[in-house]
């Protein structure tokens, strides 16, 4: 599980504001005052970062694109690949990075800038 600061910067974000109905287990992000972020499971408060496992984000873009009805193996295998093969100049450095990725271009059409979620 990615507790980067980079993937709480890339999770900080209006499309990713809510943790999916479906799932108990989940970990949130808190901001200190001090800058850096302590990372909870479960457990939340206003203001805190939902972090998606990779399992979530997967199961974020099925319902997304297949609605109720999808299942795992709606979307290919090699989705990641694809992407990371199209977007060479990306620099992610875990599979929720590049999941993350990828579901908020085919989504919301945007692509990280290293800073913040862009329009492609």
């Known amino acids: 599980m990615d507790t980067s600061r980079e993937y ?3 999770c900080d974000c209006l499309e990713i504001k809510t943790k999916p109905s479906y799932d108990e287990c989940s970990f949130w ?3 200190l005052i001090t800058g850096k972020y302590s990372v909870w499971m479960s457990f ?3 203001g805190d970062i939902f972090l998606p496992r990779q399992d979530q984000i997967q199961k974020m873009i099925i ?3 297949f609605g109720d009805f999808g299942t795992h193996w709606d979307m290919c295998i090699d989705i990641p690949m694809q992407f990371v ?3 060479p100049t ?3 450095s875990s599979m929720e990075q ?3 990725s990828c579901y908020m271009l085919s989504i919301h059409q945007k692509i990280w800038d290293g800073e913040k979620w862009a329009m492609k």
Do not use: D
């Open 63 to 65: 319902k997304e694109k």
């Open 44 to 46: 939340h408060s206003p």
């Open 90 to 92: 990306l620099e992610l």
């Open 8 to 10: 709480i910067k890339m």
């Open 85 to 87: 093969s199209k977007n």
């Open 98 to 100: 590049i999941w993350l």
């Open 29 to 31: 992000a808190r901001p």
